[in-house]
């Protein structure tokens, strides 16, 4: 009978293999095995769940119960952990009595994607089951499925457990003999058992292949089971009267899963799953819409024989700095009613019948618009009818996204087009971009859009346009990705010609100061030397000899506005017929209402200070405008420690409360600034604080903002003229916040306190899978000054089963953590945490922190921690160290004998792909070994990390104990993926397969990077696009 299965499953391989790919474009759901992977029943197939899925679930055959967690950290990869109870098998593994406890097995599994699935080949994926575990159930496998209508089909060859039943000779055996023996003892867990990897004298093949009926959520499976079940761990042997097995799916909600099926042919089998995404934002939330923006009136012309009307750049070729700019309005669209839509109307029929289309209906209903069309002469080509949509698309109201063309014919529908706005939008804009560079004889051979960078390679012709800046910056000002640098790259042939790197800053700053050139031109001056550094400026103009000396201080304050930086000083020389005949220096305080002038050389008429260029504001009305942005930060979710005013720029110094999205928060910040600052103000920054530490600095013009409200820019607009900074830095340690600035008087001291019910677990113990304790906790924070506060939190433990705790610890190191029962069980009421800390930055991209009291549950001393994180880059470093106690059981004040000092380096870099984490602790833990703890993590849209730690110190594995060295996994949900509003709280979920003494680190509240980290450049890209909610 062997021989006869072998052939037939060659056949069903190559049919397989040879399969078109018909149907694929539909997605089916994947479904679950009974090890928690996707998969048929017993087997796995080359499915995946989507990117961020995580399934959690229990299925039952015979005598084993499975728990597992199955989630798709990365697209390409799945993990499944697993905790396993054998009901006949006592802890021993021997016979199991009705009083003993059942055996427990802990496992993790890992399939890795390595082809996908194309029209004609199959999704091919590889996995390793229990690989990183005891080895129980150990297997490798490698399976290939391909999709038919509504069939999905699966075939593999299995090593190890999943093959037992095995007929054919290992392959890997003809290239070397260790594949031929296969390690069948239980090791101690933890380690990746590399030996046993794709060895034995044979391999098993299985598959299956399942049906998605018509009957929505309904699955039927049936499978070929590679294990003939005579070789099961524990020296457990079941009978099988077929290696066929059935079972269905049924989803009666997205959510759930539930499974049944026949197995062996003589055995049932029962599973439930819960589903979700890590992705997954939550419910909507009903949060207060931002402010509504004051648009400031526009300023009329300036009056009087002397003034200059306003600085206009004079006719003449294009500057670097001043590329042919890309309108906002096709992908803001206009806001019209009444006789406006009538008029709109009117004129989409009129351009639609001058391209020869003949409009019969227009339906404007919700954000879509369907124009149906008869065809006059001849059909029209699709692209032509993109062409026309997206020309008419603008003149629509700014609420409709979409528009369709429907176009008929005599017998009726004949074809349909549509155009989205903002692919329209984008289009054009890319469409531009690539014309421009053709014009000046460049081809486009490579275009790479990463974050905020893009590198652009072109070819030359012979005759292109020299001028490699003037095109580099065309292309940086028409991107529609938030860039903030250009690498522009010129190619001859397969070599580099020419080089150059651009960035948004340096435009910006080009443009101010070449529309100043052009205006004061175009008036009648002269430019000489200008030099300006930071808020310094001085200025040489000759004027005609028809100008009176008052034409400088206009001029002067001309310069003033549209200098590229705000300016605190200004001198002006005047020169005529070569001669210096006028110098005045203006110096701006923001407590001066005049301004101070000092005249050198001959001047006639110059006998007064002139007038200043931005009239200053009283004491009491700056107060009373610093008091209404307080006040409406307050209201808006914000604690506000300050705020400065200048002629040109208002800042506020805020610690948000309400959203976790720092856009969101630099946003609504900016737009009460806006609304409060006088009319003269064009910048606006955004400082933004977490316990006291900057985190970003944000400036964004005010006219970008208004333009935005008004539905002519968007905050693609605005980050295209934003400016990015470090947060400062200030030594001796000392607030960041300028002198000058008007602190809140009410800002410390600042008692807060909450109460919140909380959940402590542990997982996979002898005594059960799952131990908890619920319990509510008393939280209160005390902010004594910008970075110095005092927290603790009381918790009251009020029902779970931690009583059941009794299994003492055998550990050979000093047990920093494995004797956590007896905290566990001590007390109901304790004393949680009870920590003083003081926060500071030092220096620019420097971070510092000083803490002292109880830590945590276990530990209580001082800590340290020092944290170099450069503005806007992937890598940061740090150091800690810590002299910590081991605390009473009962969680008091008292202290037990155990005293130790750790420390560590720390490693933070951020990954370019995923929005990965890597991290890097090596140093001396809490048993005095020393070693270093790995930790890759991914933040998701939704705001949830999750990720994994192992951490290998010069503890021996056997002195370690079961599990060989400390792992496991984590995930921090924020609280406002359940909750209808946003939230900035957040909750954290950690497993460890056990709790040993190896490898262990002290919890210290507020570690430095999470804190900072939130307003990196790459933070607040992410969620731009929320800039304006």
């Given amino acids: 009978m062997k021989p006869s299965r072998r052939r037939g499953w060659r056949l069903g391989l190559a049919g397989l293999l040879a399969m078109p790919g018909v149907a694929a474009a539909e997605q089916l759901a994947p479904s679950g095995s009974d090890f928690g992977g996707i998969g048929l029943l017993q087997t796995r197939t080359a499915r995946f769940q989507d990117d961020g899925g995580i399934s959690l679930g229990a299925s039952i055959v015979d005598q084993y119960l499975r728990y597992y967690l199955n989630v798709q950290p990365l697209p390409f990869l799945e993990a499944t952990f697993r905790y396993t109870e054998v009901d006949n098998r006592d802890f021993g593994g021997s016979f199991r009595e009705a009083d003993e406890e059942s055996f427990k097995d802990r496992g993790a599994d890992l399939k890795l994607l390595l082809l996908k699935e194309g029209k004609y080949r199959p999704q091919v994926a590889l996995g390793l089951q229990d690989g990183l575990g005891t080895g129980l159930f150990s297997s490798e496998y490698l399976v290939a499925s391909k999709r038919y209508y509504d069939l999905d089909f699966s075939l593999g060859l299995a090593w190890g457990y999943l093959g037992n039943g095995a007929s054919l000779k290992n392959p890997f055996v003809h290239f070397s003999e260790a594949f031929r023996a296969r390690d ?47 070789s099961e761990p524990l020296s457990n042997i079941f009978r099988q009267k077929t290696p066929l097995n059935v079972g269905l799916v049924y989803s ?62 004079k006719p003449g070729p294009r500057l670097l700095a001043d590329p042919p700019p890309v309108a906002p309005r096709a992908r803001q669209g206009r806001d019209v009613g009444g006789d406006d839509l009538a ?94 560079l053709e014009a000046r004889g460049y081809r486009v051979a490579q275009l790479d859009m990463r974050e905020d960078e893009v590198e652009l390679v072109v070819e030359a012709a012979a005759g292109a346009d020299g001028d490699l800046q003037q095109a580099a910056a065309s292309v940086l000002a028409a991107l529609p990705v938030p860039a903030q640098r250009l690498i522009f790259v010129r190619i001859a042939g397969d070599a580099v010609s020419e080089r ?57 304050r001309l310069i003033d506005e549209h200098a590229p930086e705000p300016l605190d000083e200004l001198t002006v020389i005047g020169v005529r017929a070569g001669l210096e005949t006028t110098r005045f220096t203006w110096r701006r305080r923001e407590d001066e209402t005049q301004q101070d002038a000092a005249a050198a050389g001959a001047s006639a008429g110059a006998d007064r200070a002139p007038s200043p260029p931005v009239r200053q504001l009283s004491p009491e009305a700056r107060q009373a405008i610093v008091a209404a942005i307080v006040r409406d930060l307050n209201h808006e979710g914000f604690a506000v420690d300050a705020v400065r005013l200048d002629r040109l720029r208002a800042t506020a110094f805020v610690t948000p409360t309400r959203f976790r999205q720092t856009a969101r928060n630099i946003g609504r910040a900016a737009r009460v600034l806006a609304n409060n600052a006088p009319g003269t103000v064009e910048e606006l920054t955004v400082v933004t604080l977490s316990s006291g530490l900057e985190t970003a600095r944000v400036t964004l013009m005010r006219k970008d903002l208004e333009a935005a409200e008004q539905a002519l820019g968007s905050s693609d607009e605005i980050w295209a003229h934003a400016r990015f900074e470090p947060p400062e830095g200030a030594w001796p340690p000392a607030t960041t916040t300028p002198e000058d600035a008007d602190r809140n008087p009410e800002r410390y001291p600042d008692f807060s306190w909450s109460f919140r019910p909380g959940v402590a677990q542990f997982v996979g113990g002898r005594e059960g899978l799952l131990l908890y304790q619920v319990f509510i906790s008393a939280d209160a924070s005390l902010e004594l000054a910008r970075g110095l506060s005092i927290g603790g939190a009381v918790s009251y433990d009020l029902f779970g089963n931690f009583d059941e705790l009794n299994t003492p610890s055998d550990s050979q190191l000093p047990r920093v953590r494995s004797d956590i029962q007896e905290y566990l069980r001590a007390a109901r009421l304790s004393l949680g945490r009870l920590q003083a800390d003081y926060l500071f930055q030092p220096a620019p991209d420097w971070f510092a922190r000083l803490s002292g009291g109880i830590f945590e549950q276990m530990y209580g001393g001082f800590s340290g921690e020092v944290l170099w994180r450069p503005y806007g880059s992937r890598l940061a470093f740090g150091v800690d160290i810590n002299r910590v106690r081991q605390r009473d059981f009962d969680q008091r004040l008292a202290f037990r004998d155990y005293q130790v000092t750790t420390g560590h380096f720390n490693l933070y870099y951020k990954l370019p792909v995923y929005d990965l984490l890597f991290e890097v602790h090596a140093g001396q833990f809490l048993a005095g070994d020393r070693g270093a703890q ?96």
């Fill in 500 to 556: 150059l790197v651009l960035s948004r800053d340096d435009i910006q700053r080009a443009q101010r100061i070449a529309s100043l050139f052009d205006g004061l031109e175009a008036s009648g001056f002269d430019v000489g030397r200008f030099e300006i550094e930071r808020d310094r400026a001085q200025l040489t103009l000759t004027a005609a000899e028809h100008m009176p000396d008052s034409s400088f201080q206009v001029a002067a």
């Fill in 343 to 436: 008029a709109t109307l009117q004129g989409l029929f009129d351009r639609l019948e001058e391209s020869g289309v003949r409009v019969e209906e227009v339906d404007l209903g919700g954000a879509e618009a369907l124009v149906h069309v008869a065809i006059a002469n001849q059909a029209m080509a699709a692209e032509q009818a993109d062409a026309i949509l997206a020309a008419v698309l603008p003149d629509l109201p700014a609420s409709i996204a979409r528009l369709t063309l429907v176009q008929r014919d005599n017998k009726g529908l004949l074809a349909t087009v549509t155009v989205d706005r903002d692919a329209a939008a984008d289009a054009a804009i890319v469409d531009h971009l690539y014309d421009d």
């Fill in 252 to 313: 009666p909600a997205g959510f759930v899963e539930l499974s049944a099926g026949l197995e062996r042919g003589n055995v049932g089998m029962v599973r439930l799953a819960l589903r979700g995404n890590f992705k997954d934002k939550g419910p909507t939330k009903f949060d207060a819409p931002p402010p509504a923006l004051k648009i400031r009136p526009k300023r009329p012309p300036p009056t009087g024989a002397t003034a200059l009307p306003e600085l206009v750049a």
């Fill in 934 to 1029: 790995f930790v890759l993590s991914r933040r998701f849209e939704s705001g949830v990390r999750a990720g994994v730690w192992a951490t290998f110190t010069d503890v021996p594995f056997a002195v370690f104990g079961e599990g060989s060295f400390d792992k496991g996994f984590f995930v921090s949900v924020p609280f406002d993926v359940f909750l209808p509003e946003s939230s900035r709280r957040s909750s954290s979920f950690g497993f460890r397969p056990l709790t040993r003494d190896g490898g262990q680190l002290v919890t210290v509240g507020k570690r430095l990077f999470p804190l900072v980290d939130v307003g990196n450049v790459d933070r607040i890209m992410d969620d731009w696009s929320r800039l304006l909610e």
């Fill in 184 to 230: 069948a003892e239980v090791g101690r867990g933890g380690l990746a058992l590399f030996s046993n990897y794709f060895t034995g004298d044979t391999v098993g093949l299985f598959g299956g292949v399942s049906w998605h009926t018509p009957l929505d959520g309904l699955v039927l499976k049936l499978e070929y089971d590679g294990n003939d079940y005579r």
